[in-house]
């Protein structure tokens, strides 16, 4: 059962993964991703990031996508933490985690999971820019991104 959490918090990603490996021995692998949100973007300064989404429907979607990565690849446990609300700079805005017993199948799954996370995870972003707010628009970059998954 993946664990996913949407929250305003921040969390501690040493903390999250150590927990993640509870101290297993048949885990061989482990791959991360933390996000953290930038201070520029499409030429912009950005001073502020907030996040919105649909309780409920947003973790429902991330939990589809672990599932999803449980089944292409031999994984012991997946971790997803998205925070939405005010963000500033430098903080931490995604925390993916993937265990296996070869790292192979970790990278592979943790990547997948970024990338779907981009394309198909119910969140909005608003940036604050000296010129002022925008919302961010999807990429055509993480669609090409998540293409490469398709069967």
């Known amino acids: 059962m993946p664990i996913v959490r949407v929250q305003e918090a921040d969390f501690d990603t040493g903390r999250e993964l150590d927990a993640l490996t509870g101290g297993r021995k048949d885990v061989g692998a482990l791959a991360s991703f933390t996000g953290l949100v930038r201070d520029a973007n499409d030429g912009s300064s950005v001073s502020a990031m907030t996040l919105e989404h649909y309780p409920g429907m947003t973790e429902k979607a991330l939990e589809e996508i ?3 990565a449980h089944q292409r690849w031999r994984l012991l446990d997946t971790l997803v933490i998205h925070r939405v609300g005010a963000l500033k700079p430098g903080d931490r805005i995604v925390l993916v985690g993937v265990t296996s017993a070869h ?6 799954a943790c990547e997948f999971i ?5 394309t198909r995870a119910p969140f909005w972003k608003k940036e604050a820019t000296p010129q002022g707010e925008r919302w961010v628009e999807a990429r055509s970059s993480d669609d090409t991104a998540a293409n490469r998954w398709r069967k």
């Open 114 to 118: 970024m990338d779907y996370l981009k």
């Open 103 to 108: 790292r192979g199948d970790a990278f592979a």
């Open 66 to 68: 672990c599932r999803e």
